[in-house]
């Protein structure tokens, strides 16, 4: 009897499910998107029509793009025995009944499990490394889903056992198909309606679904059945109901997952590359989305000092004022400050010479510390005992307020690791340090000089890693 009551109640919940569950794909022909992985002929499709997948997959791609569908479609299509987990809601104790059963399914009727691990990434290490040997040894065939970075979010022991399929937000024509099923399935979707959809309504419709198949049908469904029958009994989706029904673009942007880091990376980069259309795109996705423009500010602070830097040194202090009047005013007028620092930025004269300092810095790891020149040394202590500062020239005293001493130490005499560029106001600093620069060199006899070569990108990135002066906090 118990058995006759829960299945009564599975097919009231699935009569009474929303469309976007009732219309999922039962088998590959209803599947729509993802050519680039299920078009036939390819490698996945070509596993799941010969029931041949033996080696356990991750699928990787943002919400509504058809993972859990796809991993139904190989259950569907599969002699092997399926079991569903999901990491939100299930734990090792339930993964281990799960392979108990596997393995005695195995060596009963030799048939092979494959486990559906639903936003896989939800498991700690730990979780994941309890299902790690169950995988390795054969026991089951991963099929994992996750929006996030496999790379990143999943033990990359398990990614290396796995292969990652990356599904994509789908066409707008996907899409399109999608919504004339639901309409015309009757025993699934809203074929037992009579709808009349504007093509504004679906152009909105789709548009703003932005590849999401399950935020368009949740959207269509709340149009129509929304919207009442006129005498004739057909519903009318106008733009309005359809603008009613999905009033805004749910924009991917999960601020611990790939999209925030991507954008962030995007808006820097069209900072720093001086266009600022670009900058204001990357920016609006980024409020829009619901960033902490805080984060966004402090990006521009580094940014201002880093790629803008004696370019134009005002840079640096219309970031801090940005960051400084946005304290105050606060959303949404605080929006002003933060675009007028993001456009400054953009159109600013740009260098990267105080990247110089990692070359110092490098120096210093590589050969070590070298003594400070006595007449730089401090000499309220020991000046009269051990002749501390004697020698020292004030350059104030001088004419133009320059005099050419000494300041590095002598192993590094002509040693040069700031070469300023011809970028804005930092033309006028070339000039006028390769004026004192050659004084130094007729005064002190240097003959030979060194200019200490660029660092990569990837080698300043290496330094910064290593970087950690004590009482300080990295970041």
Do not use: C
């Amino acid at each position: 009897m118990p058995d006759l009551f829960d299945n009564a109640m599975q097919q009231r919940l699935q009569t009474e499910a929303p469309l976007a569950a009732r219309m999922r794909p039962r088998n590959l022909d209803e599947y729509i998107g993802q050519d680039e992985i299920m078009g036939e002929g390819r490698l996945l499709r070509r596993a799941i029509e010969a029931d041949r997948l033996f080696a356990s997959i991750i699928l990787w791609g943002p919400p509504g793009t058809g993972k859990t569908t796809l991993a139904l479609v190989i259950a569907n299509h599969t002699q092997s025995h399926v079991e569903t987990l999901s990491a939100v809601l299930d734990g090792v104790a339930r993964l281990r009944e799960v392979v108990s059963d596997a393995l005695e399914r195995r060596k009963l009727y030799n048939k092979r499990t494959l486990l559906f691990v639903d936003e896989v990434h939800r498991w700690n290490k730990a979780q994941q490394d309890a299902l790690l040997p169950h995988v390795e040894n054969g026991t089951v065939t991963l099929i994992g889903a996750t929006t996030e970075n496999p790379y990143f979010e999943v033990n990359s022991a398990l990614v290396s056992r796995s292969r990652v399929f990356q599904l994509r937000p789908l066409l707008d024509e996907g899409v399109a198909k999608i919504l004339a099923q639901a309409l015309a399935d009757k025993a699934r979707g809203l074929g037992q309606y009579t709808v009349k959809m504007d093509d504004d309504a679906r152009a909105h419709l789709i548009h703003v679904a932005g590849g999401d198949a399950r935020n368009a049908l949740n959207a269509l469904e709340l149009a129509v059945l929304s919207t009442a029958p006129d005498a004739d009994g057909v519903i009318h989706v106008t733009l309005t109901v359809a603008q009613e029904s999905i009033q805004r673009r749910a924009v991917l942007y999960d601020k611990d997952g790939d999209a925030h880091y991507d954008t962030i990376s995007a808006f820097i980069k069209s900072v720093r590359g001086s266009d600022p259309d670009a900058a204001l795109y990357w920016l609006a996705k980024m409020l829009y989305a619901g960033e902490d423009p805080r984060f966004v500010l402090r990006r521009l602070l580094i940014l201002a000092g880093e790629d803008i830097g004696l370019g134009d040194p005002f840079g640096m202090v219309v970031a801090s004022a940005a960051a400084q009047a946005f304290d105050y005013v606060g959303l949404p007028e605080g929006i002003y400050p933060l675009v007028h620092a993001t456009l400054y930025l953009s159109t600013a004269p740009k260098s990267n010479t105080v990247s110089a300092y990692f070359k110092a810095f490098e120096k210093i790891e590589r050969d070590g510390f070298v003594d400070v020149p006595d007449h730089l040394k401090d000499s309220n202590r020991d000046g009269k005992s051990l002749g501390h500062g004697q020698g020292y020239e004030y350059p104030h005293a001088h004419e133009g307020h320059y005099t050419p001493q000494q300041y590095l130490p002598d192993e590094l005499r002509g040693t040069y690791f700031y070469l300023p560029t011809d970028q804005g106001y930092e033309q006028q600093v070339a000039e006028r340090l390769e004026r004192w620069r050659a004084a130094q060199r007729a005064a002190l006899g240097i003959t030979q000089t060194a200019e200490v070569p660029d660092l990569t990108e990837a080698e300043i990135k290496d330094i910064k890693q290593r970087h950690k002066p004590s009482g300080g906090k990295g970041g």
